[in-house]
C-alpha cells in the first residue's frame, strides 16, 4: 500500500472525473473502484465455505477484523478484470481471469473517521479452490491469517441466530514467517461490517452454483 498510487475518480453514478491519489480519495470520500474477489469451497458435509482473510493491525481500514479473501483498490486505467493481480501479490495465487466468476457490482460507504472516508464501487468475484491453506504464500504486510468459514453459520451470525462461530484456518508466526494451523473462534463484530446489499448478492450467487 503506497499513499503515492493513482486511482481512477467518478461521480456516484459513476461518470469518471479523472484521477486522484490513494490519500486525497480517502481524505474527500472520492468515488472509486475496487476488486474484491471470494474463495470458496465444498466441505465434506457438502456445504460451502468461505475464505475469510485476517487484516494486519497495521492496516487504516478496519484492522484486526475478517475480510473478504482478496481485495483491494484499481489502480487509474485498469477495469475489474485487472484487478486479478491481487491474488497473487496477496495470497500467491497465480489464476487465469477466466478461472473467476463474475456477479456483480456493489457500491459501498464507510465513513470511518472525518478524514479517513471509503467510497467504493466493489466488483465481485468467485473463485472455488480447496488449496490446502498452508500452501498459500500471504502477503504479510496486509493480512496476518487465514480462516474457513461456513456460509451457512456465518448467515446465521448475521441473523443473530448464533452469538459466534468456529473455524481453521492459519495465521502467520512472525518470527518465523511460516503459517500455523489453529481454530479461531469469531463474533460478528470480528468482521468487516460490509452492506446488507453486498451480502444478499454474494449469497445469491453462491446460492445458484
Same mark, same amino acid.
Given at each position: *500500500? $503506497?499513499?503515492?498510487?493513482?486511482f481512477?475518480?467518478?461521480t456516484?453514478? *459513476?461518470? =469518471?472525473?479523472g484521477t486522484?491519489?490513494?490519500? !486525497?480519495?480517502?481524505? =474527500?470520500?472520492? %468515488?472509486n473502484?475496487t476488486?474484491? %474477489?471470494?474463495i470458496?469451497?465444498?466441505n465434506? *458435509?457438502?456445504?460451502?465455505?468461505?475464505?475469510?482473510?485476517r487484516? /494486519?493491525?497495521? =492496516? #487504516?481500514v478496519? +484492522?484486526s477484523?475478517?475480510?473478504?479473501? %482478496?481485495?483491494g /483498490?484499481l489502480?487509474?486505467? !485498469?477495469d475489474?478484470?485487472d484487478?486479478?493481480? !491481487?491474488?497473487e501479490e496477496?495470497?500467491?495465487l497465480?489464476?487465469?481471469?477466466e478461472?473467476?466468476?463474475?456477479?456483480?457490482k456493489?457500491?459501498?460507504?464507510?465513513?470511518?473517521? +472525518?478524514?479517513?472516508i471509503?467510497r !467504493?464501487?466493489?466488483?465481485?468475484?468467485? &473463485?472455488? $479452490?480447496?488449496? +490446502?491453506?498452508?500452501?498459500?504464500r500471504?502477503?504479510?504486510?496486509?493480512?496476518?491469517?487465514?480462516?474457513?468459514?461456513?456460509?451457512?453459520?456465518?448467515?446465521?451470525?448475521?441473523r443473530g441466530?448464533?452469538?459466534?462461530l468456529?473455524?481453521?484456518?492459519?495465521y502467520?508466526?512472525?518470527?518465523?514467517?511460516?503459517?500455523i494451523?489453529?481454530e479461531?473462534?469469531?463474533r460478528?463484530?470480528?468482521?468487516?461490517p460490509?452492506?446488507?446489499e &453486498? &451480502?444478499?448478492?454474494?449469497? #445469491?450467487?453462491?446460492g =445458484?452454483?
Amino acid at each position: *500500500m $503506497s499513499e503515492t498510487e493513482i486511482f481512477d475518480i467518478y461521480t456516484i453514478e *459513476m461518470r =469518471k472525473l479523472g484521477t486522484a491519489s490513494r490519500q !486525497e480519495v480517502h481524505t =474527500k470520500g472520492l %468515488c472509486n473502484q475496487t476488486f474484491h %474477489c471470494w474463495i470458496m469451497k465444498r466441505n465434506v *458435509m457438502g456445504e460451502v465455505d468461505l475464505l475469510f482473510q485476517r487484516r /494486519h493491525a497495521n =492496516k #487504516d481500514v478496519f +484492522p484486526s477484523l475478517l475480510d473478504t479473501s %482478496c481485495a483491494g /483498490h484499481l489502480q487509474a486505467g !485498469e477495469d475489474a478484470r485487472d484487478g486479478i493481480r !491481487e491474488l497473487e501479490e496477496e495470497l500467491g495465487l497465480a489464476v487465469r481471469v477466466e478461472d473467476l466468476t463474475y456477479i456483480g457490482k456493489v457500491t459501498q460507504e464507510h465513513l470511518l473517521l +472525518p478524514h479517513l472516508i471509503d467510497r !467504493e464501487f466493489n466488483h465481485v468475484f468467485l &473463485y472455488e $479452490s480447496e488449496q +490446502p491453506l498452508v500452501d498459500y504464500r500471504i502477503q504479510i504486510e496486509e493480512l496476518t491469517g487465514l480462516y474457513w468459514v461456513s456460509l451457512r453459520e456465518f448467515q446465521e451470525l448475521r441473523r443473530g441466530d448464533r452469538d459466534q462461530l468456529s473455524s481453521t484456518g492459519v495465521y502467520v508466526d512472525e518470527a518465523s514467517g511460516t503459517l500455523i494451523e489453529e481454530e479461531a473462534t469469531w463474533r460478528l463484530t470480528d468482521f468487516t461490517p460490509n452492506s446488507d446489499e &453486498y &451480502y444478499q448478492l454474494l449469497f #445469491d450467487q453462491i446460492g =445458484k452454483r
